[in-house]
């Protein structure tokens, strides 16, 4: 038994990784599948999106971001190897190459997963490496920059970046009472949103007292005494006691890629869908691989939690012997931005151009709740249509409480296929409390598709 | 030209015959098109869904609960005539007998729209007409019981029927400050869900304080000096200074079937996609016809406002010359009962098996927020599938803030015949304040997934 026993090595202690291991442990017990997981951090299976809500300090301690703790993973019969960096990829002797601390060594697989996630954008300027200049990927960096904002007491806060995780740090640094300014390089904040909603967004920002400044390119940061003073832009110096980066991460492909495994254009590796890479033996999950984009149908590259667990998960029961899919992605997101939310799914205005299709859109005002019902609130609605179709290619919802979420029947529908007129006739829920009588995601399907049949001949 | 003139009549002035109305004349002026509509009551397009927030005093007046006012449709060359009850139809003469005070009189059509609304149940027991005995159907209802509870100050109220308007009405009381009884003849609240599920907010109406009766069949009315003292039941009388009837409504289609205009098994008016009815130019929309259930293949009655909105309007364009259909249901519904939320889609595990599926069914807890996430509150998810396929046939919601209009995506779901198997790949949106990394409806469809799985050879 023990020679045929299958070696599994796992890169990367986070969702998708962990998710690999554990639906790989289920399917198969120790006496027949080992499993060695490495993690070149501290942490592992940990919520990265809601570091900002540790910062913020709606969440106590960075252990309640912890799905699982390596005791419970190591009870699994998974050897779980902290501080451990995977170096180096082999295929043709199908071994790893390890460094812990000062050591290096070979560790060999039958199975791979590769779940290296993402690598956050550091910008290439002066200065970048002043102490009080934080990213915000890692749990480790969380813990530091709270430390930091705990020990120091900044006043003066300026967030690099104006997308999602730029939004969610700088509410958070609101909530902490600082002076937030938020630039981008940009002329909208959040560019997965078309530039109308994204100024609704923009709008929201400022009514919070962000001083957001677009079309603002980063040139440096100034120190003194090694400490961040300043951001230096484009556009003027803004006086900073911390800079937090929210620019976005690309996939962490470069062990993949130097050992000859397929990475496609998005930079992350190519898979299919039961997460198999173009090496046999050898899969990948998380923010390090590519996703086919069910609407584009073009591959692309998205780092969201969800997609990273739903690919491990795939990823563990294919290795465990069974058969699981992660069929694409339509482009779903959500985020908030103290009361404000923001949701997207499908392609904006500009990503549905990109890939040839001819658009319409709408957009449409309403209400969370039937407009009599307290509680009320503000929910604007934009549809994009194929213009001679009239067949749903992405939704984006800008709203406050209970506006967002209503992007996950558009998700439905645009996976679907349907049409804005056909959408019209969808059975969603409805009281009071809840929706007005044409719920707000029907109202915009049916004047989406009114100003589309009168454009018609 | 004014030979030629077409004479629309509309029995009804609620949702549908005012949707059908404004639609008509939408796409034909009132030189082409005559609108006449009749309404008995003295209140017009007003949201009854409304009146138990009216009671509860979510709502501060009835005219907030009208979402146009009479003015607002004669501005559009509508006739309307209030305190005007149609009481015939008379198909070879094509014309409607209305009675308006101590006259009587025929209007002529050639287009007619019936949209009678309901007929609330009552109850054929000794007693029901004392004072203090309330339905809630109508806004002229919602008014007299305001006033009586605003005048004479019950204490103690019982609600007759643990449906949408019982609970709603039950809420309305607690949060009155009354001492509440809630009877019902069945042994769960909420027909519309499984037991379990039903058990569920049974808890939770307890919790709320209410004294709930179940299996307690009415057996009449106690009254001194003609109001109300007591509710007789066969488990005993029930001390009362307040009653409300929440038995549900049937189809008004008596006008109708009296016309010889086709009436189905579940008492409603029969129509097409388009809203016709099996009389040439004769029209139906609302709470008085059946609709086709996409699930069952069946013809049912549902009262609801989102269907009368949509059947009206789409019999209103038809009949301005346009096209549009109502495809039929699913059977979405959601209600509150104070911070309890409750909804469902699709069949129950009953009707399925009425329908003749085969049925597998899993409860799944989950939070609405992601665990660590301040106001993660607890959901339960149950998912209805076809055995042998894994198709989804329903899906039932109980939980608090944020949980039920998860029911929409579940409805979309739904309405494409998605397997469970097949909706753990959906892209819901994802981020801490809105959702576990697996949001609710995934993690039920992973669970229910996962069993089914098991299940099989």
Redesign the interface.
């Known amino acids: 038994m023990t020679a045929s026993l299958e070696r599994l090595v796992v890169i990367g202690c986070d ?1 998708a990784g962990m998710s690999a291991a554990s639906q790989a442990r289920r399917r198969r017990p120790a006496a027949d599948l080992r499993i060695v997981a490495f993690e070149k951090g501290q942490h592992v299976s940990y ?1 990265a ?2 570091i900002p ?1 540790l910062v913020a300090g ?2 106590s301690t960075p252990d ?2 912890v799905a699982r703790t390596p005791e419970e993973f190591r009870k699994l019969d998974i050897d779980l190897r902290l501080g451990c960096e995977v170096v180096g990829i082999s295929l043709p002797s199908r071994s790893v190459t390890v460094r812990s601390g000062e050591r290096t060594y070979d560790e060999p697989f039958d199975q791979l997963v590769i779940a290296t996630g993402g690598v956050p954008a550091r910008p290439d300027v002066p200065g970048a490496d002043a102490d009080g200049i934080h990213g915000v990927q890692t749990l480790e960096d969380g813990i530091r920059l709270l430390s930091f904002l705990e020990d120091r007491a900044p006043k003066r806060a300026v967030v690099v970046g104006a997308g ?1 995780i730029g939004l969610e740090m700088a509410e958070a640094m609101i909530r902490r009472g600082l002076e937030v300014t938020l630039i981008d390089a940009a002329d909208q904040p959040m560019r997965t949103l078309d530039p109308d909603m994204a100024g609704l967004v923009a709008n929201a920002l400022r009514d919070l007292g962000v001083d957001l400044r677009l079309s603002c390119r980063l040139s440096g940061f100034s120190s003194d005494a090694g400490r961040v003073t300043a951001v230096r832009t484009d556009a003027g110096t803004l006086s900073a006691d911390v800079v937090i980066l929210g620019l976005g991460t690309k996939p962490n492909s470069a062990l993949a890629a130097d050992a000859g495994i397929a990475v496609g254009a998005s930079g992350g590796i190519v898979v299919d869908r039961r997460q198999r890479t173009s090496a046999e033996g050898v899969w990948a999950a998380g923010d390090c691989v590519e996703v086919h984009h ?1 609407i584009s149908q073009r591959p692309t590259a998205i780092a ?3 997609h990273a ?2 690919q491990g998960r795939a990823a563990g029961i294919n290795i465990g012997g069974g058969y699981a ?12 931005i103290c009361s404000h939310e923001v ?1 997207r ?1 499908g392609l904006t205005t500009a990503e549905a151009l990109g890939a040839g299709f001819e658009v319409f859109s709408a957009v449409t005002e309403s209400t969370t709740r ?1 407009g ?3 509680g009320a609130l503000p929910i604007t609605t934009k549809l994009i249509a194929e213009r001679t179709t009239g067949r749903l290619l992405g939704a984006q919802i800008v709203g406050q409480e ?1 506006a ?6 558009l ?3 645009l ?2 296929g349907m049409t804005v007129e ?1 959408m ?12 007005p ?3 707000p ?2 109202i915009a399907a049916r004047k989406t598709a009114e100003q589309l049949a009168r454009l018609r001949p």
């Open positions: 969702a919520s999106c809601g809500y709606d969440v309640d971001l999602y069910l969201l939690g969800t667990n739903k899919t992660f069929p694409g992605v339509v482009g779903t997101a959500v985020s908030k949701a799914t039937a009599y019902f307290p209970g967002a979420k209503r992007i996950d029947a998700a439905v529908a996976w679907h056909e019209t006739g969808l059975d969603l829920s409805y009281a009071p409390p809840f929706a009588v044409w719920d995601v029907l």
